[in-house]
């Protein structure tokens, strides 16, 4: 058996490694097989959820892995679910922990709101049918219900997020947005709902987006502006910044260099939805980065209190063709 690896793993045993196997095994039972043969990578193999893993070029659904099984002639590939390194990584990690902690608090305001399916309808607007979508940062899985005729394929950095996305969704992992672990021309269309501004590198995962869609499909999403009373930010007026990975202006920039439009949507607002939205853990953090929970959350409460009674909430779709 041929086993690949990309990553961490890779630095320590090598790209390739050849393990002999006299009869059919699992998945797991030969992931086993690599920990007793390579000691030294056997921690960095514990929680396979962080792994996308193929055998002879199919994704597997991680369901599959108790079952499916391994030959000697087969070639497994394991890639880890978070790209990059250093700064850019450690964002990531930062993000998919929020998210991990915003859970019940996201789906609490998306029943009482509707607002991130709101957002998925602008998107479906623009994409029309498609058999297959790619769900880019899919969270709770809003966008399967929207999509309620396609299959929809979700990835999200949080585990958090795809334990709940997996029972909304056609299938569910666990993976990084500009690290796709798809092949070329495998989706009808690709969705970025609400997170293209959390991926720091957000130019590769759109040209990731469009790698995986096959020709004349479609590359959709939506993204953030602000908040607003007529021109003024109010969240600068009271001395607050939304503090973003990948900010709206950049986000732009790469659209137009990938040739994709864009449309204004707004939403007139109430101060209550603004607190309840950046009550969310990861919302939270946006305004108040490297600070507890709790403080966030006091702070939330204490500072947008004054805001506006009410306001606009100004985001953007975009659409590329492919």
Not at 61 to 67: A, C, H, P, R, V
Not at 120 to 131: H, T, V
């Amino acid at each position: 058996m041929i086993v690949r690896f990309v990553g961490p793993i890779a630095s320590k045993i090598g790209k390739e490694v050849e393990i002999r196997i006299e009869k059919e095994i699992s998945v797991e039972e030969a992931i086993e097989k690599i920990r007793e043969h390579y000691p030294q990578v056997k921690n960095d193999l514990l929680d396979l959820s962080f792994y996308n893993i193929s055998l002879n070029g199919e994704l597997l659904k991680k369901d599959e892995l108790e079952t499916r099984k391994v030959a000697d002639t087969d070639i497994l590939i394991l890639i880890p679910a978070i790209a990059g390194g250093g700064k850019e990584k450690k964002i990531k990690l930062i993000i998919g922990r929020n998210f991990d902690i915003s859970t019940p608090v996201y789906d609490s305001f998306e029943r009482k709101y509707g607002f991130f399916a709101r957002l998925a309808w602008e998107i479906k607007k623009k994409i029309g049918y498609a058999e297959l979508v790619l769900d880019v940062g899919c969270g709770t899985g809003v966008l399967g219900e929207v999509f309620s005729d396609s299959k929809v394929v979700g990835l999200d950095i949080s585990p958090g997020m795809v334990g709940i996305a997996r029972n909304r969704l056609y299938d569910a992992l666990i993976g990084d947005g500009s690290r796709l672990p798809f092949r070329d021309s495998s989706f009808d269309a690709a969705a970025f709902n609400a997170v293209i501004f959390l991926i720091p590198d957000g130019e590769k995962a759109l040209r990731d987006a469009v790698r995986v869609v096959r020709e004349n499909g479609t590359v959709c999403g939506t993204y953030i502006v602000g908040l607003f009373e007529g021109d003024e930010e109010v969240l600068e007026k009271i001395g607050l910044n939304h503090s973003l990975p990948f900010p709206w202006k950049s986000v732009e920039k790469a659209i137009g260099r990938l040739n994709g439009i864009t449309d204004e949507i707004s939403f007139r607002v109430k101060r209550e939805f603004v607190v309840d939205f950046y009550s969310i853990p990861a919302m939270s953090n946006a305004l108040f980065p490297k600070m507890e929970l709790e403080k966030r959350l006091e702070l939330v409460k204490q500072k947008l209190s004054n805001l506006p009674d009410e306001m606009d909430f100004v985001w953007r779709v975009f659409r590329i063709s492919v």
